[in-house]
C-alpha cells in the first residue's frame, strides 16, 4: 500500500469520457497534522520550503507584527500566523498557525479551474498545480476556501503548497515536516495522523483545553493537512481559519450545475441543428447544390457527466 | 477553391463549435506531462556536516552538484537535516534550513581586500601581497612593544599593542592555531566570543559544581518533571535542542514554565509563563533559595551527603548591608581571606553533619537568604507574587529524589554585571533541590555558537589555557609557583580533587607548544609564556584602544563593532589602530567601520588613518574539522565544496602568516624571538595544516612508552593518547587541551562516530565523543546515595557491579571506588561535594550571591533597605561613568535579544533569513505605545545616553507593564540582527544602545538590562 505513488484521481476541466487509470487504486492517503499547540511559530517551514522550492521571495518590510512575509504569495507557499489573544481571565495566549494549502479532498481549486490539467489530485490525496498549464485565470483563488493560491506576477501562473509531491513521491516527508523542530508538523497515512490527534486532543485536554479538538472541515470532504487546534471549537481565533470551510456556492452552481447545463444546451443545439439539416436540409442556394441525405446519427447519448469524476 | 460567405460560416461554426466542445472537456485527455517536479537529490553527493550557528550543533546533509567524480565541480545546492543525528533528528531551525544561502550569499568575500588610511574603497590585493604585509606590521609592532619584563624586574614576556579575536564559529583545529600563533608572540589581549555571552557560566558553574559546562545534555531534557525556561529562551534561540523540551511536556507529562521580560515564543507552548524586570533575576533565584529553606522542601539526604552544607565558616566571614567582610571601598575589590572554612589540627575544613552549628553553610546561607522574601522579591522584579509562588512551588515539589527540574538557561542571566552570581544562585537551587547529576536534571548553560564551548575548551580567553587551565600572572615567577597556587590542596580527607593533576596537564600542554625545546632545565619553556598583570579581556582592550594605546588587531570571524556594546564608542577605538586584520566568510560591518554609511556609521573615511585588510575565510561547508556543541560533544564534520574564488581556510590564513613571520625573525632576529620560533609547528604543510593532523595534537601523543604502576607499556611511544588519565608530568606525553584527550585515538576519530543507539535515557555514547571521557551527564554519581542506590530507579545512568562503575553513561567518577568509600561525586572539587559556599579566591564579588542592581537601574533605592545597590565588585573604567544615564531622563528598562529567524549579525546575509524578517523593529507593550501614541509598524526612536537607533515599532500583549517598588514600569524589547550590511534592509547596530560595562567575575558586558526614552519619530 504505497503512499507516494502519483496517481491521478481528479484532473482540472477534464471530463471523464476516457477514465483516469484506476487499476492501482489501492492506496493510502497521506495527511500532514499541524499541532498548533506545539508551534513556536520559529518560521523553520517557512524556510524549508522555500529552500526546497528554491522560491525566494521580497525581502519585504516589518510592518508592525512578526508575520513576514506578510501573507501567502507565489513565491511563499507557507506563513506562520501570530495572533495574540487574551481570554476572559487576561491569560495571555500567542495563537500561532502555519498557513497554507489544505490539500482538501473536495478541492474547490481544482473544481473552479479551466484549464485542463493545471490541477491534479493524487491518490494519496495531495492537490498539485501544474503551473505551466496554468492560465492565470485565478478561478482557483475564487474556489478556494482557504484563500490559498496566488497568481505570480512575474508569470502570470498560479502556485501553491505541493506537500513537496516530489519528496512524497521517492519517500520523503514533505521539507517542512522533517525540519519542525518542535514536533508540531507530522506526517504519515491519514489514518495515522488521526490517531495522532486523537492522542493530543486527549492530552491537550487533560492539560485543561476543553476546546481542544481536530480540525479535518467536512465541508471539504476532510483535508490532507488537519490542525490540532487548542480552541477547535474556534477555529477563527486562528487568523481568520474558516470556522465552516466550504466551496463558494458560486463555484458549485456554475461547474455542478450550469455547466452540465450549458454542455447540455449546447449538445441540445448541436442535435437540434442536426436533425433539422437531416429532416429539412440545407438552405439551397445558387452557388452550391443541395446536399444529398446522410443516415441518422445522434450524438447526445454522450452525457458528459455520465462519467465524469470533474465536470 | 473559392471561399464563398457560406463555406466560411459553415467553417467558422465548426470551429467555434469544435473549441467549445474541447473546452467543455469532450477533447481526449492529453497524454500527462510531467506531474511532479524531479526529484532532485537522486545521485548527488552527500556530505556530512553540523550547522555552522548555534550550539546545538544539529546534523546536515549537504547535497552537491555532481555525484562526487573527480572532474565534477561540487556547489551544494540543498540543506537538510540529517536524521540520524541524536539530538536533531533532521530537524532544522529556519536558520539552518536557510543555510544554503549564507554558503552563497553575495556579502561572501571572494578575494583578500585593502583600504588603505583615510582612502573611501577597497582595493584588491593578492594573498601574497596581504600576508607579507601583515607578518611584517606584526613583528614591528612587536620588536617596538614587546615587554620583557614588568617594572618590578620580572620576567613578563607580553606583547599588549596588539590582540586577536578568535572566532567561535571556527574549527577547534583552528582555535589551536590560533592559541599557538597569538601566544607564541606574547599577546595577552586573545578573546573570543565566550567574553561576550558565557563567561559567567564558566564563573559560575565552576566554582559551584566543577566544571563550567552545561551539565547535561540536549536529549536528556526530555527526562525532566519539570522545566523552568529563566534568562533564555531556547525555542528562539536552540530551537532544535527546544524539540526535547517539548519531548518531556508530551511524553513525560513535564509541566514548562517561563520567567522572561517579554512572553516570547517559548512562553508560546510553555504551561506557564511569569513576567520579571530586566535585571532582577538574582533576587527572584535568591527567593526561590528562601522559599525551599523556610518550607524546608530540600533533598535532604543529598545536601548533606553531596553539598558543603555541613562545612563550617569562620567566625569572621560576615555579610553586612549588601558587602561580605574584606571588602575595600577604594580598590572596589575583596580581601578574601574571612571567606573560608573552619580548619582542624590536619587543616582539612570543619564539617558538621549534624548541620546544628550556626556557622554551618547551610545555617548562613538560611540566613542570608532570609531577606528574600516574597513581597521583596514582588517589589524589585515585578512579578506578580501569585507568580513567583507558583514557581517555588513547583520547582519545590521536585526536591523529592524521583522528580527533577531542569533549569535551562543562556544569556539572559550572563549579561548582567551580576550574571555570574545570578547563574551560581539557580546552581544552588538543583544542589538544594538534588537535581544535579540526575537524569532530567541540572543546570543546562545553553550555549552560544557552535563552536563556543570548544573555544572556552580551548582557552581561547585573555588569562586561559587549554583545559581550564589559568595563564600565569607575573608574580608567578617560576613553574612551582604557578603550581603551588594553582594545584588546590585537599580540603577533606580521601577526595579525588582531580585538579591535583594540573602538573601533569600543563606540562603535556608544554610539550605541544614547545615541542623538544621545552625541556625540564627550562621549566618545559615557562618563561615563553605570557605572564599578565591584569585582564585584557575586550571591555579592557577596547578602553586601551580608545586610550589609543593599542596599534594592531585581528578579528577572525568576529563582528566587534556589532558585537560589543556601545557601537559609537568602538568605532572610536577601531578608528585609533593603526592596523585591523578581518578574516571573515562575510562582509562585515567592522570591517567596514571606516566607511560613511550615512545615519547607520556617520563617520568621515578620510579622518580615519587605520589601515585595513579584509581576508576572504572559508565557511564551515568549504572544510573538515569538529566543533562542540553545548553539550560538550566534538562532533567532527566534512568539507562539501571549496570556499569561493580566492578565499581561504583560517587554518592556511594563520599558517601563512605565522610561517611568514617567523621567516622574518629568522633573518632578521628582533624582539625576543624564542618562542616565536620555538613554537612547535611541525605540519606537514606549514603554510597550511591540515584539519587532521591539528584535531591528532589536540588529543595528543606518548613521547615515549607509557607504563602502568606494574610496568606494563600501556601506550607505546607516537601512539595517540586513549584518554587524559595516561598523561605524565614528566615530558613524555603532549596533549594540547588535557580534556580532548581520547577524541582521536589510535582506534581512529573518535568525533566522527555515528553509532547513535540509545544506551538509556536517550544516552548516546557512541555518537561523535564528548569531554571529559565521553561522559554524557557529568556528576551523574550523584544520582545515587552514598550507598549506591539510584535516588529514582527509573532515572538509574549507572551502577556499581561489585567491582566497578558501568551503565548507560560513563561514570563520572573513580570506576574502582566502591560505594560508601566515602569519594564525593563532585571529583573536580577538593571538597568532593557541591557548594553552596565558594570561598577563596574562587569569585570577586562574595561566596554567596547577592542581588545587585544593573548599572542602569529604575530602582534608586532597593526594597532590601540599605544595601549595596550595584555590584561593589564590578569593573567601572571612569571614561564609562559619562556614558551611563539615569532614570529620570530614560523611563523604560531595555533588554536585547535573538529572535529565531536570525543569528546575531550573520544571517542578514543569507537572503532566504533576510525574507523571514526584512527590517529592524523594536517590541514595545500595548500599553506604553498607547501613552505614546505609537501604532503598530510607525517608526519610533529608542534612545539611551550612549545613542540611538531607529526602528518599526511592534506593538504587542507580550510586554506587560509591571509594579517595580510601587511604581509602573514598562520594558522595551531590541533584537540584536541588523546592520548597515547584509541581505536585510539596512538598519542601525542595535549595540548602539547598551553599557559598556561587564560582570564583575567575567567582564562579560551587561546587554541585558539596561535604560533607554522611547519616542514615535
Known amino acids: ?311 | 477553391m473559392a471561399l464563398g460567405r457560406r463555406e466560411f460560416l459553415k467553417g467558422a461554426g465548426t470551429c467555434v463549435g469544435g473549441a467549445s466542445a474541447i473546452a467543455l472537456g469532450f477533447a481526449p485527455p492529453k497524454a500527462f506531462a510531467q506531474e511532479t517536479r524531479q526529484y532532485k537529490l537522486l545521485r548527488a553527493k552527500e556530505t556530512r556536516n553540523n550547522c555552522t550557528y548555534c550550539s546545538v550543533g544539529c546534523g546536515l546533509l549537504m547535497y552537491s552538484l555532481g555525484d562526487g567524480a573527480k572532474n565534477a565541480k561540487p556547489s551544494i545546492f540543498h540543506i537538510e537535516g540529517d536524521p540520524d543525528h541524536p539530538v536533531s533528528r533532521g530537524s532544522l531551525c529556519p536558520k539552518g534550513a536557510g543555510l544554503v544561502d549564507f554558503i552563497h550569499s553575495d556579502g561572501r568575500l571572494h578575494y583578500p581586500s585593502y583600504r588603505a588610511p583615510g582612502s573611501n574603497e577597497w582595493t584588491r590585493i593578492s594573498w601574497e601581497e596581504a600576508t607579507d604585509r601583515i607578518a611584517r606590521l606584526l613583528k614591528d609592532d612587536r620588536d617596538k612593544n614587546f615587554i620583557e619584563k614588568n617594572d618590578k624586574g620580572e620576567t613578563v614576556n607580553r606583547w599588549l599593542s596588539t590582540g586577536m579575536l578568535a572566532s567561535s564559529a571556527a574549527s577547534n583545529e583552528t582555535g589551536l592555531l590560533d592559541f599557538k600563533f597569538a601566544r607564541s608572540m606574547g599577546m595577552l589581549a586573545l578573546d573570543c566570543q565566550a567574553r561576550l555571552c558565557h563567561g559567567p557560566t564558566v564563573s559560575a558553574l565552576a566554582p559551584t559544581l566543577g566544571r563550567g559546562a552545561m551539565t547535561n545534555n540536549w536529549v536528556d531534557i526530555k527526562n525532566a518533571n519539570v522545566v523552568l525556561i529563566m534568562g533564555g529562551n531556547p525555542a528562539e534561540a536552540h530551537p532544535v535542542g527546544f524539540k526535547w523540551v517539548m519531548e518531556a511536556k508530551i511524553r513525560n507529562g513535564a509541566k514548562v514554565m517561563v520567567v522572561d521580560p517579554r512572553f516570547n515564543r517559548s512562553a508560546a507552548v510553555a504551561d506557564f509563563y511569569a513576567p520579571i524586570r530586566a535585571g532582577s533575576d538574582g533576587a527572584f533565584l535568591l527567593g526561590v533559595i528562601n522559599y525551599l529553606l523556610t518550607h524546608d522542601q530540600i533533598q535532604h539526604e543529598y545536601v548533606r551527603s553531596y553539598t558543603n552544607a555541613p562545612f563550617v565558616v569562620r567566625e569572621d566571614f560576615s555579610f553586612h548591608e549588601g558587602l561580605f567582610s574584606g571588602y575595600d571601598a577604594e580598590k572596589r575589590s575583596y580581601d578574601k581571606s574571612s571567606w573560608a572554612y573552619e580548619r582542624d589540627a590536619q587543616g582539612y575544613a570543619v564539617v558538621d553533619p549534624t548541620l546544628q552549628n550556626p556557622r554551618c553553610v547551610i545555617n548562613l546561607l538560611r540566613q542570608h537568604a532570609a531577606r528574600y522574601t516574597p513581597e521583596v522579591v514582588t517589589q524589585l522584579t515585578g512579578t506578580p507574587e501569585k507568580d513567583f509562588l507558583h514557581v517555588c512551588e513547583t520547582l519545590a515539589a521536585t526536591s523529592a529524589p524521583d522528580l527533577t527540574s531542569t533549569i535551562l538557561f543562556a544569556l539572559g542571566w550572563t549579561h548582567h554585571t551580576n550574571g555570574t552570581q545570578i547563574i551560581r544562585t539557580a546552581a544552588m537551587i538543583q544542589l538544594l533541590l538534588g537535581n544535579v547529576g540526575m537524569a532530567g536534571g541540572g543546570l543546562n548553560a545553553l550555549r552560544g555558537h557552535s563552536n563556543i564551548q570548544g573555544y572556552t575548551d580551548l582557552g581561547l580567553l585573555s588569562l586561559r589555557l587549554p583545559g581550564y587551565m589559568n595563564l600565569p600572572k607575573d608574580s608567578q615567577q617560576t613553574l612551582d609557583n604557578y603550581m603551588q597556587a594553582v594545584v588546590p590542596h585537599a580540603d577533606e580527607p580521601g577526595q579525588v580533587n582531580y585538579w591535583h593533576n594540573t602538573p601533569k596537564f600543563f606540562v603535556s600542554l608544554m610539550k605541544t607548544l614547545w615541542g623538544e625545546h621545552a625541556t625540564p632545565t627550562n621549566n618545559w619553556g615557562y618563561d615563553w609564556l605570557p605572564k599578565w598583570d591584569r585582564s585584557y579581556d575586550m571591555l579592557a582592550y577596547f578602553e586601551m584602544m580608545h586610550q589609543g594605546k593599542v596599534n594592531g588587531y585581528i578579528a577572525q570571524g568576529f563582528n566587534p563593532l556589532a558585537a560589543m556594546p556601545d557601537k559609537n564608542r568602538i568605532r572610536e577605538s577601531l578608528s585609533k589602530l593603526r592596523f585591523l586584520v578581518t578574516m571573515d566568510p562575510l562582509d562585515t560591518e567592522t570591517s567596514n567601520f571606516w566607511q560613511n554609511e550615512g545615519t547607520y556609521n556617520d563617520v568621515k573615511p578620510e579622518d580615519i588613518q587605520t589601515e585595513v585588510f579584509r581576508l576572504p575565510a572559508s565557511c564551515f561547508a568549504e572544510e573538515n574539522g569538529s566543533i562542540v556543541n553545548s553539550a560538550r560533544w566534538l562532533q567532527w564534520h566534512f568539507e562539501g565544496a571549496k570556499p569561493p574564488g580566492d578565499a581561504w581556510n583560517d587554518g592556511h590564513i594563520i599558517g601563512t602568516i605565522f610561517t611568514k613571520l617567523r621567516a622574518l625573525y629568522a633573518k632578521e632576529g628582533g624582539a625576543y624571538p624564542e618562542p616565536v620560533l620555538n613554537m612547535q609547528w611541525n605540519y606537514r604543510d606549514p603554510e597550511d595544516p591540515t584539519p587532521e593532523e591539528v584535531a591528532k595534537e589536540a588529543n595528543g601523543y606518548a613521547l615515549a612508552d607509557i607504563m602502568d604502576d606494574k610496568g606494563k607499556v600501556v601506550v607505546r611511544r607516537g601512539e595517540l593518547l586513549p584518554d587524559f588519565a595516561v598523561m605524565k608530568d614528566d615530558g613524555s606525553t603532549a596533549s594540547f587541551c588535557w580534556i580532548f584527550a581520547g577524541s582521536w585515538t589510535q582506534a581512529g576519530n573518535q568525533m566522527a562516530r555515528r553509532d547513535n543507539t540509545d544506551t538509556g535515557l536517550g544516552t548516546t555514547p557512541g555518537w561523535a565523543w564528548a569531554w571529559p571521557a565521553n561522559r554524557r551527564i557529568l556528576y551523574n554519581r550523584a544520582s545515587l546515595d552514598v550507598q549506591g542506590r539510584p535516588w529514582d530507579p527509573k532515572r538509574q545512568i549507572i551502577a556499581w557491579d561489585g567491582q566497578r562503575w558501568g551503565g548507560a553513561d560513563v561514570p563520572d567518577y573513580p570506576v574502582t571506588s566502591p560505594p560508601n568509600s566515602g569519594v564525593g561525586p563532585y571529583i573536580m572539587h577538593s571538597e568532593g561535594v557541591g557548594l553552596l559556599f565558594a570561598g577563596g579566591d574562587k569569585l570577586v564579588d562574595g561566596p554567596f550571591p547577592e542581588h545587585y542592581e544593573p548599572t542602569e537601574t529604575p530602582v534608586l533605592s532597593s526594597a532590601l533597605g540599605k544595601t549595596a545597590l550595584r555590584n561593589p565588585a564590578a569593573r567601572f573604567y571612569a571614561d564609562e561613568k559619562p556614558r551611563m544615564g539615569d532614570p529620570a531622563q530614560y523611563p523604560y528598562v531595555a533588554t536585547t535579544y535573538s529572535i529565531t529567524e536570525l543569528f546575531r549579525h550573520w544571517t542578514k546575509h543569507s537572503r532566504i533569513n533576510a525574507i523571514m524578517q526584512p527590517e529592524q523593529f523594536v517590541e514595545i507593550g500595548d500599553k506604553l505605545a498607547g501613552k505614546l501614541g505609537i501604532n503598530a509598524g510607525d517608526m519610533v526612536r529608542v534612545s539611551s545616553h550612549r545613542g540611538y537607533i531607529e526602528a518599526k515599532a511592534v506593538v504587542t500583549k507580550r510586554l506587560k507593564r509591571l509594579s517595580v517598588m510601587g511604581k509602573d514600569l514598562d520594558q522595551v524589547g531590541v533584537p540584536c540582527h541588523w546592520g548597515f550590511k547584509g541581505a536585510a534592509r539596512k538598519g542601525y547596530l542595535a549595540n548602539t544602545l547598551t553599557p559598556g560595562i561587564g560582570d564583575a567575575n567575567s567582564q562579560t558586558p551587561e546587554f541585558k538590562a539596561f535604560l533607554v526614552n522611547v519616542e514615535k519619530v
Open chain 1, 1 to 311: 500500500m504505497g503512499m507516494q505513488s502519483q496517481d491521478i484521481i481528479r484532473r482540472s476541466a477534464t471530463n471523464g469520457l476516457t477514465p483516469l487509470p484506476q487499476a492501482r487504486s489501492h492506496e493510502q492517503e497521506v495527511a500532514k497534522l499541524i499541532d498548533v499547540s506545539l508551534c513556536t511559530g520559529c518560521k523553520g517551514c517557512q524556510v524549508a520550503c522555500s529552500e526546497w522550492n528554491d522560491l525566494r521571495d521580497e525581502v519585504g518590510h516589518n510592518v508592525g507584527v512578526y508575520d513576514n512575509p506578510a501573507n501567502l504569495t507565489a513565491e511563499t507557499w507557507t506563513v506562520i500566523r501570530f495572533d495574540e489573544r487574551e481570554d476572559e481571565a487576561g491569560k495571555l495566549e500567542w495563537l500561532l498557525r502555519k498557513e497554507g494549502c489544505m490539500h482538501c479532498a473536495e478541492p474547490g481549486c481544482l473544481k473552479a479551474c479551466p484549464s485542463p490539467g493545471a490541477i491534479l489530485q493524487f491518490a494519496n490525496g495531495i492537490v498539485d498545480f501544474q503551473s505551466d498549464q496554468c492560465i492565470g485565470c485565478g478561478y482557483c483563488i475564487a474556489g478556494c476556501p482557504f484563500d490559498v493560491p496566488r497568481i505570480s506576477q512575474k508569470d502570470n501562473h498560479a502556485y501553491k503548497c505541493t506537500l513537496c509531491s516530489d519528496r512524497v513521491a521517492v519517500g520523503q516527508e514533505p521539507a517542512c515536516v522533517k525540519t519542525c523542530p518542535t514536533g508540531a508538523i507530522s506526517f504519515g497515512s491519514k489514518a495515522e495522523m488521526k490517531d495522532l490527534a486523537a492522542t493530543r486532543v486527549e492530552e491537550l485536554q487533560s492539560r485543561g483545553h476543553a476546546g481542544a479538538g481536530l480540525y479535518d472541515p467536512a465541508g471539504v470532504g476532510g483535508t490532507h493537512v488537519m490542525y490540532v487546534l487548542t480552541h477547535a471549537d474556534q477555529p477563527s481565533l486562528y487568523h481568520r481559519l474558516p470556522d465552516n470551510p466550504h466551496i463558494s456556492p458560486i463555484v458549485r452552481g456554475w461547474k455542478e450545475w450550469l455547466k452540465p447545463v450549458g454542455a447540455l444546451g449546447f449538445i441540445a443545439t448541436l442535435a437540434g441543428a442536426f436533425v433539422h439539416y437531416m429532416g429539412v436540409g440545407a438552405n439551397t442556394t445558387d452557388e452550391t447544390p443541395p446536399p444529398e441525405p446522410k443516415s441518422k446519427q445522434d450524438n447526445a447519448e454522450h452525457d458528459p457527466n455520465e462519467n465524469g469524476r470533474d465536470a
